[in-house]
């Protein structure tokens, strides 16, 4: 199975035909920037980021691309594709059920890609006005990793079933800039490999749609391939597009 087909699968898992017939208003951004990274790979890469959003009163479609490139004297020095798609459904105000899959392929990481599938209850505990609000979720699901090299026992797959535990607080600073903090964790519930990941994003409107944003990123990866660093950080200054 190609990577492309890999990944197509989990968006599709995330996208029920009963949510996407609904109708709706699709908004969305686009980021272009630069990206410092440390950990499995220290550059400074190019860093792209296409975000989509499909909200109806009962149902919420999330969709996000993200990579990173760096080529140095004709040689790849970093090279990051990640995908990943949600659909929540509003059974209550404030109370939704989601489902999500994620893929991810870091061409240093000592992983061919990582990929996750969970279902579970999310809450929105707390709203003040459109932008700013707190929610928080639990859920379960299955994990399925490929390294690059056999591990010492000679296998190259790790399969288990997770538990997925997330937070998203997004604060409005003003009428032009927006603080976003994402953290989440799956958590193994065979081989106890935890991986963890934090975003903490600054942005403002620069003019029109368009908008600087500052953001840092920790991924952790408690029980790492062989050779690999456990901890990953991205630092980025980019241009955000919305539509």
Do not use: C
């Not at 029920?16 to 950990?39: D, I, K, R, S, Y």
């Not at 990582?114 to 994990?143: I, K, M, N, P, Q």
């Not at 368009?210 to 901890?231: F, G, N």
């Amino acid at each position: 199975m190609t990577r492309v087909t890999r990944m197509a699968a989990l968006v599709a898992l995330s996208m029920p035909l009963a949510a996407t017939a609904q109708t709706g208003n699709w908004e969305g951004e686009a980021e272009l920037g630069l990206l410092v990274t440390t950990g499995n790979s220290e550059e400074t890469n190019l860093k792209g980021r296409l975000g989509l959003v499909h909200e109806t009163e009962s149902w919420r479609n999330i969709g996000e691309f993200r990579s990173a490139y760096t080529e140095a004297e004709d040689e790849t020095t970093a090279e990051r594709y990640r995908a990943e798609a949600e659909t929540d459904y509003k059974f209550s105000e404030n109370q939704f059920w989601f489902v999500r899959g994620s893929w991810e392929s870091d061409r240093f990481s000592g992983y061919d890609f990582r990929s996750s599938a969970t279902t579970g209850y999310g809450h929105r505990v707390w709203e003040l006005g459109e932008d700013s609000f707190l929610d928080l979720s639990a859920g379960v699901g299955y994990r399925f990793n490929k390294l690059d090299e056999p591990d010492q026992d000679g296998n190259r797959e790790e399969d288990e079933a997770i538990a997925r535990l997330a937070g998203q607080f997004d604060f409005a600073l003003s009428e032009n800039a927006l603080f976003r903090q994402k953290l989440s964790t799956e958590i193994g519930l065979d081989a106890n490999n935890v991986i963890t990941e934090s975003e903490t994003a600054v942005q403002a409107s620069v003019v029109g749609d368009l908008s600087l944003k500052l953001a840092y990123r920790v991924t952790h990866v408690s029980d790492a391939p062989p050779d690999s660093e456990d901890t990953d950080t991205e630092t980025s200054v980019s241009l955000l597009y919305g539509f």
